[in-house]
Nanobody, 124 residues
Framework: QWQLVESGGGLVQPGESLTLSCATS????????IGWLRQAPGKEREGVSC????????TYTDSVSGRFLISRDDAKNTVYLQMHSLKPEDSAVYYC?????????????????WGQGTQVTVSS
């Protein structure tokens, strides 16, 4: 069974930017919708953003709309989440997840494959 691998997390100050990457090997990622989800300590996991297979549609949760940008480079088999104007409330473990069904992924947050997560901490 293949696995997704996230990278790019770290500690930044409020207002700064980070770009997360989600990659895998052995599978053609372009056939899958990819979602980014996050979970902060003591809080439920929430969907942050999702991009359809093919990349023609993307969604964002209201709290990150206008600050985060999801994109995919299928030639590199990688999906990115650019995060700008970061706030302390964006601190969480960020996970990427995949589903071959774009509606299931981006409308219902249903995923079949998951990464291990990468920590993002926004603090002064």
């Amino acid at each position: 069974q293949w696995q997704l691998v996230e990278s790019g997390g770290g500690l930044v100050q409020p207002g700064e930017s980070l770009t997360l990457s989600c990659a895998t090997s052995g599978v053609t990622l372009e056939n899958y919708a990819i979602g980014w989800l996050r979970q902060a300590p003591g809080k439920e996991r929430e969907g942050v953003s999702c991009i359809s297979a093919g990349g023609d549609e993307s969604t964002y949760t209201d709290s990150v709309s206008g600050r985060f940008l999801i994109s995919r480079d299928d030639a590199k088999n990688t999906v990115y989440l650019q995060m700008h104007s970061l706030k302390p409330e964006d601190s969480a473990v960020y996970y990427c997840a995949a589903n071959a069904d774009s509606d299931a992924a981006c409308l219902r947050e249903e995923f079949d494959y998951w990464g291990q997560g990468t920590q993002v901490t926004v603090s002064s």
